[in-house]
C-alpha cells in the first residue's frame, strides 16, 4: 500500500459538516486527553484543524476542557470567559503569548462560549493549573503533569493545543506527549498538525525529500488526515517556530511512532494577528 491508500480527505472549515471526522472518532476512542501539535503554530489552516478537532470532540466524544499550551494566567481569565461571560476575550489574548494574539484562537474561545451559553449545565472549560507554571525545570513534564492535574481534578476529557514539539510521543519520555503517553496509554491520542509548504508570516519552501511532508506530495489531496502506517520509514518532520528555522526538525523516529493520527494541508497561509 502506498500513502494515497491511508489518506481520508477533510476539510479544514471550523463549521463544515462532520461526517468526514467519523473515521477520527474511531481513532480516538475512548481516550481522556487528544493532542493537537502544529508544527507551525502561525500557520492558519493548523489552527482551523485544531478549532474543527475540538469542535467535533466537544459535540460528539464528550470532551469538556481544552488546555491552551503556554499562558497559564491568561488560561484563567479564558476560562472566567467562556464559563460566565465575563471579560473581554481579546483583551486577555492580546496580552497573552505572541502565538496566542490570533483572530483564529479568539474565534475558538468565543465559539467555546456560545456552546455553554447553549449547554449551561455542562459547559466547556478552559484548563489552568492552580499556580502559573515554573520557569526552573523540566518544561515537558510540567505540561504533562499540569494536564494530568487538571484531568483527574475535573474528570475532564481534554484537547490538548500547542506545538507539535511537546505533543509527539517520545520513548524515552523527553516530550509531554511521552510523558502523557505514559500515563494514559492508549486513552492518549497524539494528533499531528503538518503542511508542505506556504506563508506563515515568512515563507515555507517545499521541504527536502526525507521529510515525512514531502513524501504526502503523493496525495492529490489539499487537506487530508491518516494513521500513520507502521512500515512508514524513519523521517523528519518540521518544527517551525516563531522565527524560520529551515533546520529545525524531528529526527530519529518516524511518524507512526510519534503520532497516532496527522492531519496535513498542503499549502499554509497566515493567521490573522490580532490588532491593537
Known amino acids: 500500500m502506498t500513502i494515497t491508500d491511508y489518506a481520508l480527505p477533510v476539510s479544514v472549515d471550523p ?8 473515521s477520527f472518532a474511531v481513532m480516538v476512542g475512548d481516550a481522556k486527553v487528544v493532542a493537537l501539535g502544529a508544527s507551525a503554530r502561525t500557520a ?3 489552527s ?6 475540538l469542535r467535533f470532540l466537544v459535540e460528539h466524544k464528550g470532551f469538556r476542557s481544552l488546555a491552551l499550551e503556554g499562558d497559564d494566567v491568561a488560561s484563567v ?3 472566567d470567559y ?17 502565538f496566542w494574539r490570533t483572530e483564529e484562537i479568539l474565534e475558538t474561545v468565543r465559539w467555546l462560549r456560545a456552546y455553554n451559553e447553549r449547554h449551561p449545565h455542562d459547559p466547556v472549560r478552559i484548563a ?16 504533562a503533569d499540569n494536564t494530568i492535574a487538571w484531568q483527574e481534578r475535573t474528570g475532564h476529557k481534554v484537547v490538548y493545543w500547542g506545538g507539535l514539539a511537546h505533543t509527539a510521543i517520545s520513548s524515552p519520555s523527553t516530550t509531554a506527549g511521552g510523558h502523557l503517553r505514559e500515563r494514559y496509554g492508549s486513552d492518549f491520542v497524539s494528533v499531528g498538525l503538518t503542511f508542505h509548504h506556504g506563508d506563515v508570516l515568512f515563507p515555507v519552501p517545499a521541504p527536502p525529500a526525507d521529510f515525512a511532508e514531502a513524501a ?6 489539499d487537506a487530508f488526515y491518516l494513521v500513520p502506517p507502521s512500515d512508514s520509514l524513519a523521517r523528519k518532520t518540521r518544527v517551525i517556530g516563531p522565527l524560520p528555522e529551515p533546520d529545525h526538525h524531528l529526527s530519529g523516529g518516524s511518524l507512526h511512532e510519534w503520532f497516532d493520527v496527522v492531519f496535513h494541508v498542503r499549502e499554509a497561509t497566515p493567521v490573522r494577528l490580532l490588532l491593537p
Open 77 to 79: 481569565y479564558l476560562d
Open 216 to 221: 504526502f506530495e503523493q496525495v492529490d489531496l
Open 82 to 98: 467562556v464559563r460566565s461571560g465575563l471579560g473581554d476575550p481579546r483583551e486577555v489574548l492580546a496580552g497573552a503569548r505572541s
Open 128 to 143: 489552568h493549573p492552580p499556580r502559573p507554571m515554573s520557569t526552573s525545570g523540566d518544561l515537558e513534564r510540567q505540561l
Open 15 to 22: 463549521t463544515a459538516a462532520q461526517d468526514d471526522l467519523l
Open 44 to 46: 492558519r489552516e493548523l
Open 48 to 53: 482551523l484543524f485544531s478549532h474543527r478537532i
